[in-house]
């Protein structure tokens, strides 16, 4: 059973950094394409970023040049590195994945982006 474990959500003043981290348990993590998504309250869950098995990456327009995606497979990890956070990045962060027919989700981690 594929799980991940997420951490580094936290409160950040407007103009900072976070780094959210998403650790995979199993061994094919490689073979993975993994997602970021967040969720404000009220709103639709929305897809963030992705890094595909090779290194690809693609983002949502409202995040580009601010936060950068990236995988550490030896690790089994995936990073979102978020730059000049503003208050509308404020979410539950999820890292996700589809494999073998099924959705995995992590359990989310808090951004609050506030002065």
């Known amino acids: 059973q594929l799980q991940f474990a997420e951490s580094g959500g936290g409160l950040v003043q407007p103009g900072g950094s976070l780094r959210l981290s998403c650790a995979a348990s199993?061994?094919?993590?490689?073979?993975?394409?993994m997602d970021w998504y967040r969720q404000a309250p009220g709103k639709q869950r929305e897809l963030v970023a992705r890094?595909?098995?090779?290194?690809?990456?693609t983002y949502a327009d409202s995040v580009k040049g601010r936060f950068t995606i990236s995988r550490d497979n030896a690790n089994n990890t995936v990073y979102l590195q978020m730059n000049s956070l503003k208050p509308e990045d404020a979410a539950v962060y999820y890292c996700y994945t589809y494999w073998a027919f099924t959705n995995y989700w992590g359990q989310g981690t808090q951004v609050t982006v506030s002065s």
């Open positions: 199993g061994s094919i993590f490689s073979r993975y394409t």
């Open positions: 890094i595909t098995s090779d290194g690809t990456t």
